[in-house]
């Protein structure tokens, strides 16, 4: 009896938070760690998380994902993993991830690495803020958007990855009539209570040192290889931590760019200073001009550029080669000779062509969020911010010297020459889906040239006339690509008001 009694005084002790001390976290042998931009690395120093394969109840390949300390952030299924970048690694089947406090934060289906069928998102409270339908990595289907409070907000329709309707309210049509739930939503928030429990032992302290196995799953035996089919490598045995010499290789310019794109703290409504890049072209090339309405007619008169904005952003480059159809144009549609003296191009200007066909066809509309980082990096743009939407509806504004001030609605200066670059759209787990692409600048020779470049690639003012006579508010469209449905209908919004968007020039990308 005093020998059981001990051994209850000793295991209380060790579970009494505070007798709870801070020890290093041990980490399971076959552990993968992967740092804040998912690349490979040797060890718990310099990682965000850590990997833990295993199979579920039916025996399909899986992987866990965690926290430094222990806290469960994601679990998916998987065709192959790749240990040195994660972006080939190749999903199938059901991926969740989790909130800090345990509840699910969003459930996606894939096939053969792409999205593919249902997908759903959650707030922080628990209740669902989207749902959504993906085909081959496209939104297609509809969509509801609901409000914390549970309300349906918005039901759209997409096709193929483009809006074809949107209302406000509607009616849910998974939610069965008789049970009132959404059986995909119960199915895969079943084990939610044991999640959570788990998080808050992580919180208080009360490190399990290692994730344990639910009923019916295992932990893959450190012999197990895995065949990385993305890239055709030779299958690595999973033999525990690998050497740090195995990851080290040379980083390409996208994911150097990406690197340096800094996020502010929680709390911190205004970014810090602006640090550009070494090999990044300086945003101070781009000289600012006054932006009030006197004076800026003048600035549009000064030249006409007809050449297409090259798509020099090295992000781009992936961009650049699709075969995205250029519009068919008509004789008459062409432009008018150059009457103007050519404006000198600025060294990291908003590319059209670029930004265009991120939109146009849709098949370059879902990218991870690494790929926007690198691609606005590599315009000098390395403060971000999320400024949220309805559900998964987000945009990600990527700044300059200003930033958008979530209490007030408005955009706020912070220097000289400020730019901004956002896309709008929605976002699942780390991977983006963009609608909507807002720029902002000081310049007036940058909105004449985004606007140039437009009118080279078929584009027309809607209504006709010249723009440079419009004061910087004007409408551009493709007259072969205007219908809602459209994959490559892009209309541009050019708008220039004082005391709108801190009184810069407002162009605006949107896929119909």
């Known amino acids: 009896m005093r020998k059981l009694l001990l051994n209850l005084l000793m295991l209380t002790l060790a579970l009494h938070p505070t007798a709870a001390q801070p020890?290093?976290?041990?980490?399971?042998?076959?552990?993968?760690?992967?740092?804040?931009?998912?690349?490979?690395v040797g060890n718990a120093k310099g990682a965000a998380f850590y990997r833990i394969m295993t199979r579920d109840a039916k025996g399909r390949k899986m992987f866990r994902e965690y926290t430094l300390d222990g806290r469960l952030c994601a679990e998916k299924h998987y065709v192959s993993i790749n240990r040195k970048d994660d972006r080939r690694t190749v999903l199938t089947g059901v991926a969740r991830t989790f909130h800090r406090s345990g509840r699910v934060e969003s459930i996606m289906r894939y096939k053969g690495g792409k999205?593919?069928?249902?997908?759903?998102?959650f707030y922080p409270s628990g209740m669902v803020g989207m749902k959504l339908n993906y085909n081959n990595g496209l939104l297609n289907g509809t969509t509801y958007t609901y409000n914390e409070s549970g309300k349906l907000e918005y039901t759209t329709v997409w096709r193929n990855g483009s809006k074809v309707s949107e209302q406000r309210g509607g009616h849910d049509k998974y939610i069965s009539q008789q049970t009132h739930t959404d059986s995909f939503c119960e199915e895969y928030r079943k084990d939610e209570p044991f999640i959570m429990a788990q998080a808050q032992a992580v919180a208080s302290g009360m490190d399990q040192q290692k994730p344990v196995a639910r009923s019916g799953e295992r932990e893959l035996p450190s012999h197990k290889t895995i065949a990385d089919v993305a890239r055709s490598e030779t299958p690595v045995a999973d033999n525990g931590n690998v050497s740090p010499s195995g990851f080290e290789r040379e980083k390409t310019e996208s994911e150097r760019l990406a690197e340096t794109v800094r996020y502010p703290?929680?709390?911190?409504?205004?970014?810090?200073a602006h640090e550009t890049p070494a090999t990044v072209p300086p945003v101070a090339d781009i000289q600012?001009?006054?932006?009030?309405?006197?004076?800026a007619r003048a600035q549009l008169k000064r030249g006409k550029v007809t050449d297409a904005a090259a798509v020099g952003a090295a992000t781009a480059a992936r961009i650049a080669t699709?075969?995205?159809?250029?519009p068919v144009r008509q004789e008459a549609e062409k432009p008018a000779k150059p009457s103007h003296p050519a404006i000198p191009r600025a060294k990291g200007e908003f590319s059209f062509a670029a930004l265009y066909q991120l939109l146009a066809g849709g098949e370059n509309r879902t990218n991870e969020l690494t790929f926007f980082d690198s691609l606005a990096a590599s315009h000098g743009l390395t403060l971000s911010q999320t400024i949220k939407g309805h559900g998964a509806q987000k945009e990600l504004a990527y700044n300059h010297n200003m930033y958008y001030d979530d209490e007030s609605g408005k955009d706020i200066v912070s220097g000289e020459n400020p730019r901004q670059m956002g896309f709008f759209g929605v976002g699942m787990g780390n991977r983006f889906t963009i609608q909507r692409i807002n720029l902002y600048t000081s310049s007036a020779d940058e909105m004449t040239h985004l606007a140039e470049d437009a009118l080279a690639q078929g584009f027309t003012v809607l209504g006709g006339g010249d723009f440079r006579d419009m004061d910087g508010n004007f409408v551009l469209q493709h007259p072969a690509h205007n219908k809602a449905g459209d994959p490559y209908a892009v209309i541009v919004i050019f708008t220039h008001v004082d005391g709108a968007y801190a009184g810069l020039y407002h162009v605006q990308l949107e896929a119909k």
């Open 288 to 295: 600012s001009k006054p932006t009030t309405k006197k004076g």
């Open 265 to 272: 703290e929680p709390g911190i409504a205004e970014p810090p």
């Open 23 to 40: 020890t290093p976290h041990h980490y399971p042998k076959s552990a993968i760690f992967y740092n804040k931009n998912g690349y490979g």
């Open 115 to 121: 999205a593919h069928g249902r997908a759903v998102s």
């Open 322 to 326: 699709t075969q995205v159809p250029k």
